[in-house]
Structures are given as structure tokens and as C-alpha cells.
């Protein structure tokens, strides 16, 4: 069984500074994982995704993430926060190979605040 | 490319009452995905389609659930019996072979 863990839920910012939002992660075959991000009211839309290739993946809007083996860790980063981040973003990992179907399993989400 | 669309945005109804989604998903999409998303919860799988068959069901969806995807293309999820419990957004995602899901906007479920 897969699960997923995000630290925090609540993280604030100010305006400029390093965003940086944890992901731990549990699977029993080598996983895909991403990060969506939702905005109130609307669906998610995807940030970015692991898939067994580069171990540090950037994604859109100036986020990236690093996966990390030894530490079952995919945290999501951005150096420097702007109003228009302030969302809920979730973490969310899927298996893979043969047979597969993808579905996804997700955290409970963390709540972004960027302060001005 | 336009998008998950998913119909009604928003639906009230009395407890005890039926009711039905509808989602359209990326038109060369083969796969089709149910979630349901609670206040402050992260979305939980339902239910996946690939093409017309579905091939897996969460225990989450009672026999209250039903979920169709006819000739491969839109899907619908219908609730029976509505009850408070299932007050929640209902978002569906489709993709391609092993590419990310793409999301709709959800339709948001409220029972009075």
C-alpha cells in the first residue's frame, strides 16, 4: 500500500522568501510521484512529476522538487515566494509497471500563505 | 486542448434524493479517474476506467455509487439515496497511457 505524508499543514511566507513544502512518501514498488496544486473552488492543476528520471525536477512557476531515496522525501521548493502562490498544494504518488492503473494517492494537503 | 469538463459545478439537494455528474474528459484521453475531496482532506481515489471498462472500485464507493463511461468518452457518477456523508467535491481526471492526470474543476456537493 502506498501513503503519503506532507509536514505541516498550514505553511507561511513572506513575499520573496524560500518556499519550502515537505513530502514524505511510503511505496513497495519504485513510485511516481507529484505535486498538484489547487486554487479555491477549482480542480488541480500539476506542478510537476517524478518518473524515475532526474532526481531534481522542475516544474511550472519557478517550483522544483528533489527526490530523494534514502529519505523517502519529494519536497517541493521555490526560491522566491509571490502573492499568486498562495494555494493548497498536495503531494501524490502512483505506481507503476505492468498492469498498472496510476492512481493517485495524496496527502492532506498544505495550505500556502505568502505574506506581503 | 480543452480540459476535464465536469457538470454541474455545483449541485444542492435534499437528503434521500439521487443524483448524477457528468465529466468529459480530454477528448484522446483513454483513462478516467473518480475522486472524492472532503473540507480539509486530500482527494481519495473511487473508482478508473479504461476506455468503457471499469476496472477498479475503491471501497469507499458503496452500492449507493454507480459510475458509467459508455462508449469510452464521458463518464457519469450517480449517487442513490443521497446522505450527509457524501457532502464533497467530486473531481474527475483523465490521461493517456502512463502521463499525469489532468484534473476538472469538480462538481461540488452539498446535501441539505
Known amino acids: 500500500a502506498q501513503s503519503v505524508t506532507q509536514l505541516g499543514s498550514h505553511v507561511s511566507v513572506s513575499e520573496g522568501a524560500l518556499v519550502l513544502l515537505r513530502c514524505n512518501y511510503s511505496?513497495?514498488?519504485?513510485?511516481?510521484l507529484f505535486w498538484y496544486v489547487q486554487y479555491p473552488n477549482q480542480g488541480l492543476q500539476l506542478l510537476l512529476k517524478?518518473?524515475?528520471?532526474?532526481?531534481l525536477v522542475k516544474g511550472i512557476n519557478g517550483f522544483e522538487a528533489e527526490f530523494k531515496k534514502s529519505e523517502t522525501s519529494f519536497h517541493l521548493t521555490k526560491p522566491s515566494a509571490h502573492m499568486s502562490d498562495a494555494a493548497e498544494y498536495f503531494c501524490?504518488?502512483?505506481?507503476f509497471g505492468g498492469g498498472s492503473n496510476y492512481k493517485l494517492t495524496f496527502g492532506k494537503g498544505t495550505l500556502l500563505t505568502v505574506n506581503p | 486542448d480543452t480540459g476535464v469538463s465536469q457538470d454541474p459545478r455545483h449541485k444542492i439537494t435534499k437528503r434521500g434524493q439521487n443524483v448524477t455528474f457528468r465529466c468529459d474528459p480530454i477528448s484522446e484521453h483513454n483513462r478516467l479517474y473518480w475522486y472524492r475531496q472532503t473540507l480539509g482532506q486530500g482527494p481519495e481515489f473511487l473508482t478508473y476506467f479504461q476506455n468503457e471498462a471499469q476496472l477498479e472500485k475503491s471501497r469507499l464507493l458503496s452500492d449507493r455509487f454507480s459510475a458509467e463511461r459508455p462508449k469510452g468518452s464521458f463518464s457519469t457518477l450517480e449517487i442513490q439515496r443521497t446522505e450527509q456523508g457524501d457532502s464533497a467535491m467530486y473531481l474527475c481526471?483523465?490521461?493517456?497511457?502512463?502521463?499525469?492526470?489532468?484534473f476538472g474543476d469538480g462538481t461540488r456537493l452539498s446535501i441539505l
Open positions: 517524478y518518473t524515475s528520471a532526474a532526481t
Open positions: 481526471a483523465s490521461s493517456s497511457s502512463n502521463q499525469p492526470q489532468h
Open positions: 511505496s513497495s514498488v519504485p513510485p511516481y
Open positions: 501524490a504518488v502512483s505506481d
